[in-house]
């Protein structure tokens, strides 16, 4: 798994990754607190988390085709200077009428993040392939996001009760010039290689390219079952997302604090899971890797929001992460397997579109069900939820080709 780190470029990528999740998992927990104590509304605080998955409804699509365009270097390098000012939005925001500056600096980065995320996915085969190594960097990526929930988690509720938001405010935004910086060092500037310029109008050209990723996603085996079995995963953990910092303050009766440390606690379950996950996935259909995590992920949400003890909680969460890991890097390590590079952006902002649709959805749907008729028993549907997605993934083909032509320097392997 860390052998991939040998390549320049990709050790540049992650690091940026590292650096700017680690300021957005501090802000992530510090701003729905924040709006909470400003506005005291937990439809307000489910708000705050819901914001930022509105642009890759609208822009999803849109940002796919420019991903595939343009230079996927230049494109992150200008989000992430772009997502910097966004989030500095938030400093100016200190009486219950500026919360929905919040609302707009989330609104703004979450924007900008369409643009960005694509381009990276389309970018890493380029860097490392489509052979192990692949699968490496997924499961690397895993590591990173359980090192990030680590430190991240319980520094940001402590930075957020030490020095209140706007210091964390201030971190993330230098998170994301420092992920500039590192960019800027990557040697890789080829620009993407998108289908031939055809004839048309500027919008007729668009439009077919558009319809050219939906196509790719629509004819390859096993990718629109796949895509709606994690969107139907991404509604019940989003509901139960927007119900965290309630569940935390209404049901155990805990400080911000113990957001933190339970974000700390599912961590070090995406520690655990990153190794499980690069040797499930290399020996396991990913039919069987996909039923199997999230079977997994019904049964511990459904024990962990049914115990009500804080301490089991922080037990139960390290349980979370070694089926979530697995779930998410194959469904990565299967789209871009099967996927051209040309194509990789849009299919990419696709899943990216029915993941935000999912968990906007979901998250109001938690926070409305929450006050309607109470925190635990939307919880527990939010699980049957996820059990729901894996009795859907029954479905999946048994076997799933990797389609994808390798360019010459690539080692395609099958995704069994």
Known sequence: ???????????????????SSLGDWLLLVAAPFYVLRLTGSTLATGLSLAAGTVPALLLGPVAGVFADRWDRRRTMLTADLLRAAAVALMLLVHRPDQVWLIYLALLGEASLSQFFTPARKALLPVLVGRGPQLGAANSLAALVSGTVQLLGGPLGGALYALVGFAPVVALDAVSYLASAVLITAIGHRTAAAGP???????????????????????????????????????????????????????VLHA????????????????????P??????????????????????????????????????LFLFTLIGPPAVCFLVTVDTSIARQTPDHLLGRVSSA?????????????????????????GPTMDLAALTVAASAAAALLMPRHIAAEAAPTADETSLPVR
């Open 1 to 19: 798994m860390f052998g991939v780190l040998r390549i320049r470029d990709y050790r540049l990528l992650a690091t940026g990754q590292l650096l």
């Open 196 to 250: 031939r310029r055809r004839s048309g109008t500027a919008l007729q050209r668009f439009t077919g390219e558009l319809r050219a990723g939906a196509a790719r996603v629509r004819s390859t085996p096993g990718l629109p079952v796949l895509f709606a079995v994690a969107a139907v995963f991404f509604l019940g953990n989003a509901a139960l997302t927007a119900l965290l910092v309630p569940y935390i303050g209404a």
């Open 255 to 274: 400080a911000a604090g113990t957001l933190g440390w339970l974000f700390a606690a599912l961590g070090v379950g995406y520690l655990a899971g990153a």
């Open 276 to 313: 499980l996950s690069r040797s499930v996935t290399t020996r396991f259909p990913p039919r069987t890797v996909v039923i199997g995590s999230l079977a997994a992920l019904a049964a511990v949400f459904a024990a962990t929001f049914n115990t009500h003890d804080t301490a089991w909680d």
């Open 351 to 375: 899943y990216g579109m029915a993941q935000a649709a999912a968990t906007l959805v979901g998250m109001l749907a938690g926070s409305v069900l929450g006050q309607q008729i109470g925190i």
